[in-house]
């Protein structure tokens, strides 16, 4: 029973990591019809302004706050001034966010290097229940990512700001025409999708360690659990991300590793084979 718990506990902090990339990345492509295949290194970036703050002096948890603005303002920048060229395209779009993390990743390796570096938990210890003992902060990181989801929901449903984006995603050329600035829209929500990434690597990095290929794993697993939960609403990849971050928790747990990541993929795959729309189909919350 207690490995059971323990497994279960891992299965939740992890998924609940892989909610917060695929949340992101999923109102993109949602939004705006494309996929972000920056939105890695936007972990990787997340993780490393965490890494910096802490080397400065300052406490671990003001990194964790200043890591979301940063990214998302470089996100806000990015999508300004390279991304808004490729809607038309969304291939290119691919190709070119892909391209942007490809630079990302670099420019954050040639200043780390190819070093695993350690950030230490703003809250350590451990929660015992009986003989069994949980990472305090992991424990923190599924209630934070429980509180964006809710704020996120709150803000896409019940505020002016959600309802130019629901909008904006429904019927642009209508919502222009309505006086909605589509394009500063498309800006905010870019930079969004990449604070909530920025955020997961910021939470991330105390467990995972800071390291030059951080983004990756979570960029592919964030784009199958985009793909099996579907586009076009809030709520599909939230599923897909629990479904997907479960069984990459779960699966190594009785496999190995690798084959349980090539179990995931190959499940997914055919998943969206018989089911294209995904397990949450259609436009809105």
């Known amino acids: 029973m207690e490995q059971v718990l323990s497994a279960l506990f891992e299965i939740a902090s992890f998924g609940a990591i892989v909610v917060l990339v695929v949340l992101g990345l999923g109102i993109i492509a949602s939004m705006m019809g494309i996929f972000n295949f920056a ?38 920048v990015l999508e300004r001034t390279v991304v808004r060229r490729f809607y038309a395209a969304p291939i290119v779009a691919m190709l070119g966010t892909y391209a942007l993390g490809l630079i990302i990743r670099e420019i954050v390796r040639g200043l780390i290097g190819g070093l695993y570096i350690s950030v230490p938990e703003p809250i350590g210890g451990s929660i015992n229940i009986g003989n069994m003992h949980f990472s305090t902060w992991r424990f923190m990181i599924i209630i934070i990512t429980a509180l964006v989801m809710v704020g996120s929901y709150l803000l896409l449903a019940k505020t002016r700001f959600g309802l130019k984006i629901r909008a904006s995603l429904e019927n642009p050329g209508l919502a222009r025409a309505s006086g909605i600035s589509t394009p500063a829209i498309y800006g905010a929500t ?4 990449a604070a909530l990434a920025g955020l997961a690597g910021a939470l991330v990095v ?16 964030g784009f199958v659990a985009v793909m099996v939960g579907g586009v076009g609403s809030f709520a599909g990849p939230v599923a897909g991300a629990g479904l997907i971050g479960v069984l990459s928790a779960a699966l190594p747990w009785v496999i190995a590793p690798v084959a349980a990541d090539i179990l995931v993929f190959v499940l997914a795959i055919v998943f969206v084979k018989f089911r294209p729309q995904g397990l949450i189909a259609g436009k809105g919350i």
Do not use: N
């Not at 870019?190 to 999708?193: D, P, Q, T």
């Open 206 to 221: 105390p467990v995972f360690s800071l390291f030059a290929d951080l983004g990756i794993r979570f960029l592919i697993q």
């Open 39 to 76: 939105q890695g290194e936007f972990v990787l970036l997340g993780a490393y302004v965490t890494y910096v703050v802490h080397a400065a002096g300052l406490p671990v948890w003001l990194g964790m706050v200043a890591a979301p603005f940063a990214v998302g303002a470089l996100g806000f």
């Open 190 to 193: 870019f930079a969004f999708g």
